[in-house]
């Protein structure tokens, strides 16, 4: 089997959905089907085909390697039967349960809240809008075929960005993109107005670096999934995603291609020790810069931007490829490391102290397999797993399709420790006793196998399904998928679950969790429909792949 286990279909042969399907999806939502007649979307280019002084420009100029409509033309391998299952009736419960938590701005939809829970004492910011957390609807909608609360979504958020960014005292870049917004009605003037949140109002104060990125690649998803070319090339897409990455690839005092973060920054939007270089925002920043990359004109203010790019790019995939990439052979390597080394020759770069390697990893590492580590700076390696940044490395081909496979091979082999009875832990292992009390400051909603401390999270289902389909194991994601649907809808859409293998309901999980709803309804349409995958994920490009391959893990 080739590395992704997936072969592209020729751009001029099209499958509507009954095609693809036995069934009508279509009809089971209740919905409309989707219009696959649309104009051809961009594709990924090459960085080989965007030397620096390329001169064509403008999004136009290039076809697709895909089929119309953002259709990715992804064929699902002879064991991905489309007879495999048959529609759920979770499916249509979903669909209501994500339409009640739309909210409107002057009458047209602009997002989802994060939780409609009414049982809950505490309301406190589960009312609002969030960027990360909307970015599994708008993918259900855009699967669907009702691209336009999308679009509304993009263009308040980009509007919200021009704001000016103030904490106390402190104005934040111009690029920075809301966490959270809120439309507040009044019913007596009958005016609708926005209230934006950019870390102030935040438990701990942090600002979301990953909100800009999920705007970039869900910009992308919506012109692939659309064929819509004019939204990215409006002066204000563009600008927008100029003053996100200029913050991103301003030059300073860091010596690492990585972007510098701080504890609370994405995701895990708690102190969780995941300060420095975090696997996710680099796997994000990653992908951002490849869709930005994509939807940037060539114009006299996007050429250098995409000069920078193309330079930090190169620069990343080395770095996290040979640096952060850890498997049985690169382990032994670590144990075997010599400290204090001085000079370009040293091979313990980051200065890591062998007795640092915690027990756990000797007995989880298997000897087929591998996986991002959590973070690497200096004299630190996070060895745990995150679930998120691996997946979105294997979506945005930051990891080789060799990598891809060794991830998947790992999930496999440690199904209990990571996918357990709900899918997915967020992280692995929980951090406990002592360690816990200094790194999360004794954080009680962080205990652990709780939230963000090793807690299981039913919206990454939807990552986990693509990257199955991505590396052609569709199978593993039917598996996690049969799981989730034996508990989900019956425990109304919990946000996390608690314990070693995700039996219990997250002590302060929410109920009717937006993206956990929204996730399932992803993760089922992708797998019925593998054509999907082509809006969230990118092919490998040639140029950036490593010199050396490491261990015999990564051949599959």
């Given at each position: 089997?080739?590395?992704?286990?997936?072969?592209?279909?020729?751009?001029?042969?099209?499958?509507?959905?009954?095609?693809?399907?036995?069934?009508?999806?279509?009809?089971?939502?209740?919905?409309?089907?989707?219009?696959?007649?649309?104009?051809?979307?961009?594709?990924?280019?090459?960085?080989?085909?965007?030397?620096?002084?390329?001169?064509?420009?403008?999004?136009?100029?290039?076809?697709?390697?895909?089929?119309?409509?953002?259709?990715?033309?992804?064929?699902?391998?002879?064991?991905?039967?489309?007879?495999?299952?048959?529609?759920?009736?979770?499916?249509?419960?979903?669909?209501?349960?994500?339409?009640?938590?739309?909210?409107?701005?002057?009458?047209?939809?602009?997002?989802?809240?994060?939780?409609?829970?009414?049982?809950?004492?505490?309301?406190?910011?589960?009312?609002?809008?969030?960027?990360?957390?909307?970015?599994?609807?708008?993918?259900?909608?855009?699967?669907?075929?009702?691209?336009?609360?999308?679009?509304?979504?993009?263009?308040?958020?980009?509007?919200?960005?021009?704001?000016?960014?103030?904490?106390?005292?402190?104005?934040?870049?111009?690029?920075?993109?809301?966490?959270?917004?809120?439309?507040?009605?009044?019913?007596?003037?009958?005016?609708?107005?926005?209230?934006?949140?950019?870390?102030?109002?935040?438990?701990?104060?942090?600002?979301?670096?990953?909100?800009?990125?999920?705007?970039?690649?869900?910009?992308?998803?919506?012109?692939?999934?659309?064929?819509?070319?004019?939204?990215?090339?409006?002066?204000?897409?563009?600008?927008?995603?100029?003053?996100?990455?200029?913050?991103?690839?301003?030059?300073?005092?860091?010596?690492?291609?990585?972007?510098?973060?701080?504890?609370?920054?994405?995701?895990?939007?708690?102190?969780?020790?995941?300060?420095?270089?975090?696997?996710?925002?680099?796997?994000?920043?990653?992908?951002?810069?490849?869709?930005?990359?994509?939807?940037?004109?060539?114009?006299?203010?996007?050429?250098?931007?995409?000069?920078?790019?193309?330079?930090?790019?190169?620069?990343?995939?080395?770095?996290?490829?040979?640096?952060?990439?850890?498997?049985?052979?690169?382990?032994?390597?670590?144990?075997?490391?010599?400290?204090?080394?001085?000079?370009?020759?040293?091979?313990?770069?980051?200065?890591?102290?062998?007795?640092?390697?915690?027990?756990?990893?000797?007995?989880?590492?298997?000897?087929?397999?591998?996986?991002?580590?959590?973070?690497?700076?200096?004299?630190?390696?996070?060895?745990?797993?995150?679930?998120?940044?691996?997946?979105?490395?294997?979506?945005?081909?930051?990891?080789?399709?060799?990598?891809?496979?060794?991830?998947?091979?790992?999930?496999?082999?440690?199904?209990?420790?990571?996918?357990?009875?709900?899918?997915?832990?967020?992280?692995?292992?929980?951090?406990?006793?002592?360690?816990?009390?200094?790194?999360?400051?004794?954080?009680?909603?962080?205990?652990?196998?709780?939230?963000?401390?090793g807690g299981s999270w039913p919206v990454l289902l939807?990552?986990?399904?693509?990257?199955?389909?991505?590396?052609?194991?569709?199978?593993?994601?039917?598996?996690?998928?049969?799981?989730?649907?034996?508990?989900?809808?019956?425990?109304?859409?919990?946000?996390?679950?608690?314990?070693?293998?995700?039996?219990?309901?997250?002590?302060?999980a929410r109920k009717y969790q937006t993206w956990s709803?929204?996730?399932?309804?992803?993760?089922?349409?992708?797998?019925?429909?593998?054509?999907?995958?082509?809006?969230?994920?990118?092919?490998?490009?040639?140029q950036m792949k490593p010199l050396i391959k490491r261990?015999?893990?990564?051949?599959?």
């Amino acid at each position: 089997m080739d590395g992704y286990g997936l072969g592209l279909r020729n751009v001029s042969s099209h499958c509507s959905i009954s095609e693809m399907d036995d069934y009508d999806l279509s009809r089971l939502l209740d919905k409309p089907k989707l219009n696959i007649e649309r104009q051809r979307s961009f594709d990924e280019r090459s960085l080989s085909e965007l030397s620096i002084g390329l001169a064509r420009g403008g999004l136009d100029n290039f076809e697709s390697s895909y089929s119309p409509g953002g259709r990715s033309g992804f064929d699902t391998p002879a064991s991905s039967s489309r007879n495999s299952f048959e529609p759920h009736p979770m499916i249509a419960e979903a669909w209501e349960a994500l339409r009640r938590s739309m909210v409107y701005f002057r009458g047209q939809p602009v997002g989802t809240i994060a939780a409609y829970d009414h049982a809950s004492e505490e309301v406190l910011n589960y009312d609002q809008v969030f960027v990360r957390d909307f970015v599994p609807s708008a993918l259900a909608f855009l699967m669907n075929g009702e691209p336009d609360i999308v679009k509304n979504f993009l263009l308040k958020t980009l509007q919200l960005q021009g704001w000016e960014k103030r904490i106390d005292r402190f104005k934040l870049g111009e690029g920075a993109m809301p966490a959270s917004f809120k439309v507040l009605h009044d019913p007596v003037r009958k005016t609708d107005t926005v209230a934006a949140d950019f870390g102030e109002s935040a438990i701990g104060r942090v600002a979301p670096v990953d909100s800009g990125f999920w705007w970039i690649i869900l910009l992308r998803a919506y012109t692939k999934s659309t064929g819509d070319l004019s939204l990215a090339e409006t002066s204000e897409c563009q600008k927008g995603m100029r003053l996100i990455l200029t913050l991103c690839l301003s030059e300073g005092f860091d010596t690492f291609p990585t972007l510098l973060c701080a504890d609370g920054c994405s995701m895990i939007d708690r102190r969780m020790g995941i300060y420095g270089y975090p696997i996710e925002i680099q796997a994000l920043f990653f992908m951002a810069l490849r869709c930005a990359l994509a939807m940037l004109k060539h114009d006299a203010e996007g050429k250098e931007c995409i000069e920078r790019i193309v330079k930090r790019l190169h620069a990343l995939s080395y770095h996290m490829r040979s640096y952060f990439w850890l498997d049985f052979q690169q382990l032994n390597d670590i144990y075997r490391y010599k400290t204090e080394e001085y000079s370009h020759t040293a091979v313990n770069k980051f200065n890591v102290i062998p007795d640092s390697i915690p027990e756990w990893v000797f007995d989880f590492m298997p000897t087929r397999g591998g996986y991002f580590v959590g973070n690497v700076s200096p004299a630190r390696m996070d060895f745990r797993w995150f679930a998120l940044g691996n997946c979105v490395a294997i979506l945005a081909s930051l990891a080789t399709p060799e990598q891809s496979m060794a991830i998947m091979d790992l999930i496999e082999s440690r199904w209990e420790e990571l996918v357990g009875e709900m899918p997915l832990k967020i992280s692995y292992p929980a951090i406990e006793s002592h360690e816990w009390r200094i790194i999360t400051g004794c954080d009680p909603k962080n205990t652990r196998w709780s939230y963000h401390n090793g807690g299981s999270w039913p919206v990454l289902l939807w990552l986990l399904t693509a990257a199955c389909i991505k590396t052609g194991r569709p199978q593993i994601a039917r598996r996690a998928i049969e799981l989730a649907e034996s508990r989900l809808l019956k425990d109304s859409w919990p946000e996390y679950y608690d314990g070693k293998l995700g039996r219990y309901i997250g002590k302060q999980a929410r109920k009717y969790q937006t993206w956990s709803i929204a996730g399932y309804l992803v993760a089922k349409m992708m797998l019925e429909d593998p054509s999907h995958l082509g809006m969230i994920s990118l092919e490998e490009d040639k140029q950036m792949k490593p010199l050396i391959k490491r261990s015999s893990s990564w051949t599959c």
